[in-house]
C-alpha cells in the first residue's frame, strides 16, 4: 500500500476519511486516483475545495460527466454552512446514488474561531452522514497546519491516509472534539450595544440590527440577511427560553458581529447542521442561518445559549 | 395617540392589559375613532361590561345616544346570542361575527368596528388551540379590509405562553407598554381580479399564525385552474416561517396554486434557500 493509497473505497454506508498532503505534489497525486475511481464507478463526484486548491486540481483532472466543482472558499466560508449546503446538498441531489465528495474544510488561513466551528464540523459529518451512501475524503494541508489540527483531525476521523499509509484512527473520539470546542466564546474587543427582547418587540430587533448594519456598510442584501437571521435566533429565544433574550452587536475591523443570549439549551449538535425533512421542524431556522451568514458560532449548555453570527464588512456584491 | 389610534380597516389587534381601566380606555378610544368615521361599531363584551364602557365614553365626551338608538353601536353583554350559555361555543361565536361582516362595506352598510373582550375565555380554561382557531377564522373575515377587529387579552389571567400563542393569530398585537411601534405590522387587502391578497408590512413569529391563515384563506379564493395572486411588492421583512408557509401553500416553482407578484431579491433568495434546504427545488449547479 502507498502512502497516497486513495482508492479501493466502500460500496456501501458512510466513509470518512482524512487525508494528510505535504505539498501540492501530494494532493494531486490523493485527489487524482480518487477521482477517477468514483467517475469509473458511476458515482456523482463533488470537490470541494479553497480556491487556490480547486484552481489547481480542476486544472489537473480537467471537466467530465457527473463530476462537480464548488469552492469551499466561499461555498464553506461559514464552517456550519459545509454539512447541510455542501454536502447535504449534494447527496440529496442524488437520491439513491453513492457519492464521492472531496471536502477541504480547514486551510492555513481560517482564523481561530473559524477554526473551532471546522473541527466541530468534522466531528459531526460522522453521526449527521452515518446513514448515507457517500465516501468522504478531506484533505488537510500537514505541512502548514498546527499539530493540535492534525491530532483533531486524527480524533474526527475513522481512517487517515497519510504518510505512514492508510490506517484506522486509534484517537479516533468525535464527541470529545465537539465537547472541547463547544467553549464560551471570547468577550468582544469592540464597543457593544445592546437590546433585550421579547415577542412584541422583534421588528425592533430588526431595525437594531440594520442601523448597525448600514452603518458598518453592508449592502442592501446582506442587511436582510441579517435581519432574517437575527429575527429567527430571536425568535427561537422566545419559543425555547424564557420567552426573551438579549442581542449584543458591535463591529470589528472586518466583521459585524450580532450575538444572541437567552437561557435555553440547545442539547443536539445536529441541530441546524442537516437540513431537515421537508416535514420537519426542528432546526430549519438555524440552517437558514448558517446559509445567510459568513460565520455562526455557538456555545450552548443547561445554563444558556450564546450564538454569534459575523457578516463580513468587506465582501462584493452578491 | 396611542397604538388603538392606528387600527385601521383589514386590520386584527390583539390588545393585551394589566389594568381593567387600561382595557376599557382602549376600547373607548376604538369606539370613539369609529363613531366619528361613521363606522358601524359591535362589541361583545364580557368583564368590560357595557355600563363600564359607556362611562368611559361619557367622560371622553363622545355622545352615545342616537348611536345606541338606530344601532350604529351596539353593545353585547356576557351571555348574549353569540354565546347564550355564557360558555365557549366557536361556532356560533363566528358565525355572529360572519353575519356581521358579510355586510360590512356593501351598498347601505358602513364598515364595521369589532370589539371581542377575550379575557373571560382563556380565564374559563378554552384550550389555547382552539383560541388561535377561533382567532384565525376571525383573521379570514377581517381580512377583506371592511372590517377592523380589537381583540383584548387580560395579562393577569393568563401565561406569557398563551398570550404568545394567541397574540400569533392576530396581524398586529400590541398593549399600552407598546407605544412605540405605530402601526400594526401587517396589512391585508383583499384584490378581486386578480383574486388576491396584497401584503403590507412585515411577519415573523409574533404575526406568523395570522400570516397563514390569511394564505390558506387566498389559496382557496382563486377559481378552479387559476392561480390566486399574492402581492407581496410591499412585504418588507419575511422570516423564515414564512418562507416556509408561501412553500407549503404551492407559492414556489413547480407549483402554481398561488402566484407571488413583487418578490423582492430577499424574499425570493430565501424562498429559493428554503425549497433547496426542503428537497424541492434544486437551485443552480454547485459547479
Do not use: K
Not at chain 1, 498532503?21 to 458515482?43: N, T
Not at chain 1, 475591523?253 to 442539547?267: I, Q
Not at chain 2, 360590512?104 to 380554561?125: E, F, I, K, N, S
Request: proline residues 6%.
Amino acid at each position: 500500500m502507498t502512502m497516497l493509497d486513495t482508492t479501493g473505497w466502500p460500496t456501501d454506508g458512510l466513509a470518512h476519511e482524512g487525508f494528510f498532503y505535504g505539498d501540492q505534489r501530494h494532493l494531486l497525486d490523493g485527489m487524482l486516483p480518487f477521482i477517477a475511481e468514483g467517475l469509473a464507478r458511476g458515482e456523482p463526484v463533488l470537490v470541494a475545495l479553497p480556491t487556490v486548491n480547486l484552481a489547481l486540481v480542476r486544472d489537473a483532472v480537467g471537466e467530465a460527466p457527473g463530476l462537480h466543482w464548488t469552492d469551499m472558499g466561499e461555498a464553506g466560508r461559514n464552517p456550519g454552512a459545509i454539512l447541510p449546503w455542501v454536502l447535504q446538498a449534494f447527496v440529496d441531489r442524488h437520491p439513491g446514488r453513492r457519492t464521492r465528495i472531496v471536502g477541504e474544510s480547514v486551510w492555513s488561513g481560517r482564523s481561530d474561531a473559524e477554526y473551532g466551528a471546522c473541527a466541530q464540523h468534522e466531528a459531526l459529518v460522522n453521526a449527521a452522514l452515518a446513514e448515507r451512501g457517500v465516501s468522504l475524503l478531506c484533505p488537510y494541508d500537514a505541512g502548514r497546519l498546527a499539530e493540535a489540527v492534525l491530532a483533531d483531525a486524527c480524533a474526527t476521523h475513522p481512517v487517515i491516509v497519510g504518510p505512514q499509509g492508510r490506517r484506522p484512527s486509534v484517537g479516533f473520539a468525535p464527541s470529545d472534539v465537539l465537547v472541547r470546542y463547544n467553549q464560551p466564546l471570547p468577550a468582544p474587543a469592540h464597543p457593544v450595544a445592546a437590546l433585550d427582547y421579547a415577542l412584541d418587540t422583534l421588528p425592533e430587533v430588526r431595525r437594531f440590527v440594520t442601523g448597525y448594519a448600514e452603518t458598518a456598510g453592508l449592502d442592501a442584501g446582506r442587511v436582510v440577511d441579517l435581519q432574517i437571521a437575527v429575527t429567527e435566533l430571536a425568535a427561537n429565544s422566545i419559543t425555547h427560553a424564557a420567552g426573551g433574550g438579549t442581542l449584543l452587536v458591535w463591529c470589528t475591523d472586518d466583521d459585524l458581529v450580532c450575538e444572541v443570549r437567552d437561557d435555553g439549551w440547545l442539547a443536539d449538535p445536529l441541530v441546524g447542521r442537516l437540513a431537515p425533512a421537508p416535514d420537519g421542524v426542528g432546526g430549519r431556522g438555524l440552517v437558514i442561518v448558517h446559509a445567510l451568514c459568513d460565520l455562526v458560532l455557538l456555545h450552548s449548555t443547561a445554563a444558556g445559549t450564546m450564538v454569534r453570527l459575523h457578516m463580513r464588512r468587506w465582501r462584493g456584491q452578491r | 395617540m396611542g397604538v388603538v389610534d392606528q387600527v385601521r380597516l383589514g386590520d386584527h389587534a390583539c390588545w393585551t392589559y394589566d389594568e381593567r381601566t387600561e382595557g376599557l380606555d382602549a376600547v373607548g378610544r376604538f369606539v370613539t375613532a369609529g363613531l366619528r368615521l361613521g363606522h358601524r361599531i359591535l362589541c361583545f363584551l364580557d368583564a368590560l361590561t357595557p355600563d363600564a364602557v359607556l362611562a368611559d365614553l361619557a367622560a371622553r365626551g363622545v355622545p352615545t345616544g342616537s348611536a345606541l338608538a338606530d344601532g350604529r353601536l351596539r353593545l353585547i353583554p356576557a351571555g348574549g346570542s353569540h354565546r347564550p350559555q355564557g360558555g365557549w361555543d366557536r361556532p356560533r361565536m363566528v358565525a355572529a361575527i360572519a353575519a356581521e361582516t358579510a355586510r360590512a362595506g356593501h351598498p347601505g352598510y358602513a364598515a364595521l368596528r369589532l370589539v371581542a373582550d377575550m379575557a373571560w375565555a382563556l380565564r374559563a380554561g378554552t384550550p389555547v388551540a382552539e383560541l388561535q382557531r377561533y382567532e384565525s377564522q376571525v383573521d379570514a373575515l377581517v381580512s377583506g379590509g371592511r372590517v377592523a377587529a380589537l381583540c383584548l387579552y387580560d395579562r393577569r389571567v393568563c401565561s406569557d405562553e398563551q398570550i404568545r400563542a394567541v397574540a400569533a393569530a392576530h396581524t398586529a398585537t400590541a398593549g399600552p407598554d407598546a407605544g412605540r411601534r405605530r402601526t400594526p405590522l401587517l396589512r391585508a387587502y383583499r384584490t378581486t381580479d386578480p383574486c388576491g391578497l396584497r401584503l403590507v408590512g412585515e411577519v415573523d413569529r409574533s404575526n406568523g399564525d395570522a400570516f397563514s391563515a390569511m394564505l390558506s384563506d387566498v389559496a382557496g379564493c382563486a377559481p378552479s385552474g387559476r392561480p390566486a395572486v399574492l402581492d407581496v411588492s410591499e412585504l418588507a421583512f419575511a422570516d423564515v416561517r414564512a418562507a416556509y408557509a408561501l412553500l407549503d401553500l404551492g407559492a414556489v416553482p413547480p407549483s402554481d396554486r398561488v402566484r407571488l407578484v413583487g418578490c423582492r431579491p430577499a424574499l425570493r433568495r430565501l424562498l429559493d434557500l428554503v425549497g433547496q434546504g426542503s428537497g424541492m427545488e434544486t437551485v443552480g449547479d454547485p459547479a
